[in-house]
C-alpha cells in the first residue's frame, strides 16, 4: 500500500525559498502511469493543484504560479520535491503531495497528511 | 488561463438527492475526476473518476455524468456523512495543465 508523507519547513520569510520533500513508501516513484503532484490549500480557501513529475523525464505546472515552482524526483530516495522561489504571504497555505494514475482505477488516489507552510516576516 | 466553475454551496435534506455540478470547456476532451474533503486542510478522498468511474470503497449512492461541458457529482440518499466539500479535477482542452475547481458545499440539513 503506498503512503506519503510530506516534509519541509513551516515557517519561511518573504521572498526565500520553499523547499518540500514528499517521501513515498510501498512502492516505486518510476513506475508508469504513476504521476507524483504537489496541490496546496490556502487558508478557508479551495483546492490549487501546483504540478506534478512524471519517472523524472517530464513535468506540468499550473500557469498561475508564474514559473516559481520546480518539481523533481529522486528515485534512489523514493522522494520527489517541490521548489517555490521567492515566496510571499501569498503562499502561506497547506502543501499536499498526491499520486495521480492514468490507468484504472485513476486520479488522485493517494494523499500525504499535508503540511502547513506559514509564509510572514 | 482554464477555470473549472462549480456553484459554492448545495443544501439537501437526508435521503434526497443531490447534484453538484462542474463547468469548463476542456470536459468535451478531457476526463473530470471528483474528491470530497471532510475537513480544510484534510486529505481528500476521490470518489469519482473518468467521469463515471467510482474507486473501490466508495458507497454506490456516488455516482458521476458528463454531458459537453458540464460534469456532475450525483449523491442519491444523501447521509449526514456527505457533508463535505466536493472539488472536481481536470485538465485544460489540450492536457497541459490541471485545474481544480472552486469547490461545491454540501450541506444535509
Known amino acids: 500500500q503506498v503512503q506519503l508523507q510530506e516534509s519541509g519547513p513551516g515557517l519561511l520569510h518573504p521572498s526565500q525559498t520553499l523547499s518540500l520533500i514528499c517521501t513515498v513508501s510501498?512502492?516505486?516513484?518510476?513506475?508508469?502511469?504513476?504521476?507524483w503532484n504537489w496541490v496546496r490549500q490556502h487558508p478557508g480557501k479551495g483546492l490549487e493543484w501546483i504540478g506534478f513529475v512524471y519517472k523524472g523525464l517530464s513535468t506540468q505546472y499550473s500557469p498561475s504560479l508564474n514559473s516559481r515552482a520546480t518539481i523533481s524526483m529522486d528515485a534512489s530516495k523514493n522522494q520527489f520535491s517541490l521548489t517555490l522561489t521567492s515566496v510571499t504571504v501569498a503562499d502561506t497555505a497547506v502543501y499536499f503531495c498526491?499520486?495521480?494514475?492514468?490507468?484504472?482505477?485513476?486520479?488522485?488516489?493517494?494523499w500525504g497528511q499535508g503540511t502547513t507552510v506559514i509564509v510572514s516576516s | 488561463s482554464y477555470k473549472l466553475t462549480q456553484a459554492p454551496s448545495v443544501s439537501v435534506s437526508p435521503g434526497q438527492t443531490a447534484r453538484i455540478t462542474c463547468s469548463g470547456d476542456?470536459?468535451?476532451?478531457?476526463?473530470a475526476y471528483w474528491y470530497q474533503q471532510k475537513m480544510p486542510g484534510q486529505a481528500p478522498v476521490l470518489v469519482i473518476y473518468k467521469d463515471t468511474e467510482r474507486p473501490s470503497g466508495i458507497p454506490e449512492r456516488f455516482s458521476g455524468s458528463t454531458s459537453g461541458t458540464v460534469a456532475t457529482l450525483t449523491i442519491n440518499g444523501v447521509q449526514a456523512e456527505d457533508e463535505a466539500d466536493y472539488y472536481c479535477h481536470s485538465a485544460d482542452y489540450s492536457g497541459s495543465y490541471w485545474v481544480f475547481g472552486g469547490g461545491t458545499t454540501l450541506s444535509v440539513l
Open positions: 476542456g470536459l468535451s476532451r478531457q476526463f
Open positions: 498526491a499520486r495521480l494514475l492514468t490507468g484504472s482505477p485513476a486520479g488522485m488516489d493517494v
Open positions: 510501498g512502492g516505486p516513484l518510476d513506475a508508469g502511469g504513476n504521476y
